[in-house]
T-cell receptor, first 111, second 112 residues
Framework: AQSVTQLDSQVPVFEEAPVELRCNYS??????LFWYVQYPNQGLQLLLK??????LVKGINGFEAEFNKSQTSFHLRKPSVHISDTAEYFC?????????FGAGTILRVKS | EADIYQTPRYLVIGTGKKITLECSQT?????MYWYQQDPGMELHLIHY???????EKGDLSSESTVSRIRTEHFPLTLESARPSHTSQYLC???????????FGPGTRLTVL
């Protein structure tokens, strides 16, 4: 079975600074990877996904992620964060008919 | 456009009451899921369904039950609510085994 590790439970960062949220998954022959964002009292919204092809994936709201097969990582990055990016971020990997989610990383953007 | 709906959005109820949380999707997805999530915490899969008349228990044991009589509808029922059931419940759907899950807005349940 697949597993996902999000290495940071909370990441504080100042507005307009770059940020990286880390995600590692257990290895498999083929993987489908996802990043979701959750704002308070809402469901999860898809930021981006990797199914195949280019290892650099661009998503909504200026986020991007890089699939690294040798390091079994799928880290999320944004070059300049805004206050509105404050939310919880979940990394997920497909495991058959289910998605396996990480424990989440709370991104706190400070002014 | 992902269309998955959950009602009610918020529910405050007394101990011992029977409740049903509704989840509907208009995308014709075959797979549907229920998650339980405490504020700021991880998601726990409590039920899933791969199609009509198919239901399975998830990774986290739950006293709730589900049914899947129609493709678009996946309600969750608690026969006797308790304060330990206080949480947020998220419904999701997915088509096939490759793509993403689409999530509803969630139901925040408080049992007094």
């Amino acid at each position: 079975a697949q597993s996902v590790t999000q290495l940071d439970s909370q990441v504080p960062v100042f507005e307009e600074a770059p940020v990286e949220l880390r995600c590692n998954y257990s290895s498999s022959v083929s993987v489908y990877l996802f990043w979701y964002v959750q704002y308070p009292n809402q469901g999860l919204q898809l930021l981006l996904k990797y199914l195949s092809g280019s290892t650099l994936v661009k998503g909504i709201n200026g986020f991007e992620a890089e699939f690294n097969k040798s390091q079994t990582s799928f880290h999320l990055r944004k070059p300049s964060v805004h206050i509105s990016d404050t939310a919880e971020y979940f990394c997920a990997v497909s495991d058959g008919n289910k998605l396996v989610f990480g424990a989440g990383t709370i991104l706190r953007v400070k002014s | 456009e992902a269309d998955i709906y959950q009602t009610p959005r918020y529910l405050v109820i007394g101990t011992g009451k029977k409740i049903t949380l509704e989840c509907s999707q208009t995308m014709g997805h075959d797979k549907m899921y229920w998650y339980q999530q405490d504020p700021g915490m991880e998601l726990h899969l409590i039920h899933y369904s791969y199609g009509v008349n198919s239901t399975e228990k998830g990774d986290l044991s739950s006293e709730s039950t589900v049914s899947r009589i129609r493709t678009e509808h996946f309600p969750l029922t608690l026969e006797s609510a308790r304060p330990s059931h206080t949480s947020q419940y998220l419904c999701a759907s997915r088509q096939g085994g490759m793509g993403e899950q689409f999530f509803g807005p969630g139901t925040r349940l408080t049992v007094l």
